[in-house]
């Protein structure tokens, strides 16, 4: 017998909508979850209520995911590409390194603030979905693999440390931006937003022993 899909599984059954209005539909499911799993938590959220939420029947609902869980692991995704892929460099033009790495911390933080009642959600449940938690994992690997890659960039140009293994100093580095947005906007540590921008970048740039271009 084939499992329900779980919140950790990114790839839905139901196949993408082929139509623009299929399109909106589907958006429109995801944005009246998200409003539901910020008001009501995981566990208690409701496909009901989602649905009325985006003013549909729950049939509707079925058309485009399966299960509360499938539903949820498609906000989850919608909000990791957001994080994962800023394109800072394309959208600004920044071509200095030091000043990119501030740019990304700060669209980061941003969008971890715009973001903070689902990310608090997100490690709610990743303590109670081991499915969910493997996919939180695979998140944070691409996010350190990114990093890493323009670690090794720097260091085969002479401009970074050559002693330092760009994975763990990616995941280091990764992890401590993330921390300091929980302890920030979930925890709700009282920083001014231009001094933790600020004082991240310097941590970077001195953890990487960045040098002039």
Not at 49 to 63: E, R, V
Not at 89 to 111: H, Q, V
């Amino acid at each position: 017998m084939a499992s329900e899909p779980r919140a950790g599984e990114s790839e839905s059954r139901r196949a993408a909508p082929r139509t623009k209005r299929g399109e909106r539909t589907r958006s429109a499911l995801i944005a009246a979850a998200r409003e539901v799993f910020e008001r009501d938590g995981y566990l208690d959220a409701k496909i009901a209520d989602i649905s009325k939420t985006a003013g549909m029947a729950s049939g509707s609902f079925y058309t485009y995911f399966d299960s509360k869980e499938e539903i949820f692991a498609a906000l989850v995704e919608q909000v990791s590409e957001e994080m994962l892929h800023p394109h800072v460099r394309e959208r600004s033009g920044i071509t200095d390194t030091r000043a990119l790495i501030e740019a990304a911390n700060r669209d980061y933080l941003l969008s971890y603030k715009r973001n903070a009642r689902l990310m608090a959600l997100f490690e709610q449940v990743a303590h109670i979905d081991e499915n969910f938690r493997r996919m939180r994992v695979e998140r944070g690997k691409a996010f350190a693999q990114r990093n890493a890659r323009m670690i090794r960039d720097l260091q085969q140009a002479g401009r970074a440390s050559a002693d330092l293994d760009p994975m763990i100093t990616a995941h280091a580095l990764s992890g401590m931006v993330s921390r300091m947005a929980n302890l920030v906007f979930v925890q709700n540590q009282r920083i001014p937003f231009e001094k933790l921008v600020t004082t991240l970048t310097e941590l970077w740039v001195n953890a990487l022993r960045l040098t002039s271009e």
